[in-house]
């Protein structure tokens, strides 16, 4: 796959695994839903800011997002390696903000348990057709 076709892939996809290290140097993944934003190598979530994983990227920055497609015959998984910031500034929280959101945030774009994270994509493994290829990004 070409860089451009990664891209493509991970926009169809509807979930996203995402992996942070914790005070004992593990990682701790959970799934998300798709990234609100991709700007460049820049992938752009939601969280609410007193969760256990906005703690642990504000220890430690290094981070893992993974996409992944099952078809009846074949596998495509894509790794992307690279950091994350927790971010609290309001414009970016206006952009990235949608409607139905208040169910998770009851207070609205301005709730102080809102908060967006922004992974910054370094490089890339790529699994398809039972090869794997690491690409720059």
Do not use: H
């Not at 991970?10 to 998300?32: C, H, L, R, W, Y």
């Not at 504000?58 to 009846?72: D, L, T, W």
């Amino acid at each position: 796959m070409t860089k451009e076709q990664v891209f493509e892939f991970i926009k169809e996809q509807k979930t996203a695994m995402i992996s942070s290290v914790d005070e004992n140097g593990f990682p701790n993944t959970k799934a998300m839903l798709a990234p609100r934003k991709i700007d460049g190598n820049d992938f752009y979530f939601t969280t609410n800011t007193s969760s256990m994983r906005v703690s642990q990227y504000n220890a430690n920055e290094k981070a893992c997002v993974y996409f992944y497609k099952r078809g009846r015959f074949s596998y495509t998984g894509v790794m992307l390696i690279g950091v994350m910031q927790v971010l609290t500034d309001q414009s970016i929280k206006d952009e990235i903000w949608r409607m139905g959101d208040t169910m998770f945030y009851k207070k609205g774009k301005t709730d102080p348990d809102y908060c967006v994270l922004k992974f910054t994509a370094q490089t890339c493994r790529i699994y398809k057709d039972l090869k794997t290829t690491w690409i720059d990004i």
